[in-house]
């Protein structure tokens, strides 16, 4: 069955980086592009962007411009999202989240999300 | 990229039938069948009710439709049960390969 397993809570403070990481099993990870989509607390969900693991290719929201990163392993087929120069806004559930199919974007499996708290 | 607007609440009895907007643009809504709806229960990840605008993935209860006219699209619950209570999300394609979540509903079941 597919799964969509994500690393665990991580506490950081404003201006560090941090990765979350997002390991695939029960599919091609290469066939599938992988979101990320993240929901800051009490508050909706906010998409941030792709990445076509097969090529590494990658877009993202313009919002996230020069801070975001994303990266993929294909030989453990593991997703990462690298978020820098962060601040307390960043405080956030991080989900990843595979796309249905080529061309169809929507989400049809989550992971289970990471929380990332930005504080001094 | 602004967000897409649904309504902040929405509640129904059981048995009931509700129906969430989602209003976007011609740029988004309006310009694409990519718009699809999610289901997040608190402290959950977010799970997929609808998709392409009025398909249902596989399993999942008929009692889950959505529709669209023109820039709004709307997902609508039939026969409301305590467990539809959660958040509902809307999310549509928009140009250039990316993607925009409406701001989300609270469904209360009264």
């Known amino acids: 069955q597919v799964q969509l397993v994500q690393s665990g809570a991580e506490v950081k403070k404003p201006g560090a980086s941090v990765t979350v990481s997002c390991k695939a099993s029960?599919?091609?990870?290469?066939?599938?592009?992988m979101h990320w989509v993240r929901q800051a607390p009490g508050q909706g969900l906010e998409w941030m962007g792709w990445?076509?693991?097969?090529?590494?290719?990658?877009n993202h929201a313009q919002k996230f411009q020069g801070r975001v990163t994303m990266t993929r392993d294909t030989s453990i087929s593991t997703a990462y999202m690298d978020l820098t120069r962060l601040r307390s806004d960043d405080t956030a559930v991080y989900y990843c989240?595979?796309?249905?199919?080529?061309?169809?974007?929507?989400?049809?499996?989550w992971g289970q999300g990471t929380l990332v708290t930005v504080s001094s | 990229q602004s967000a897409l607007t649904q309504p902040a609440s929405v509640s129904g009895s059981p048995g009931q039938s509700i129906t969430i907007s989602c209003t976007g643009t011609?740029?988004?809504?309006?310009?694409?069948?990519?718009v699809s709806w999610y289901q997040q229960h608190p402290g959950k990840a977010p799970k997929l009710m609808i998709y392409?605008?009025?398909k249902r993935p596989s399993g999942l209860s008929d009692r889950f439709s959505g529709s669209k006219s023109g820039n709004t699209a709307s997902l609508t619950i039939s026969g409301l049960q305590a467990e539809d209570e959660a958040d509902y999300y809307c999310?549509?394609?928009?140009?250039?390969?990316?993607?925009?979540f409406g701001g989300g509903t609270k469904l209360t079941v009264l």
């Open positions: 989240a595979r796309q249905y199919s080529s061309g169809l974007y929507f989400f049809d499996y």
């Open positions: 029960g599919y091609t990870f290469t066939g599938y592009y």
């Open positions: 990445i076509n693991p097969n090529s590494g290719v990658t």
């Open positions: 011609s740029s988004d809504v309006g310009g694409y069948t990519l």
């Open positions: 392409e605008v009025n």
């Open positions: 999310c549509s394609y928009v140009r250039s390969n990316t993607v925009v």
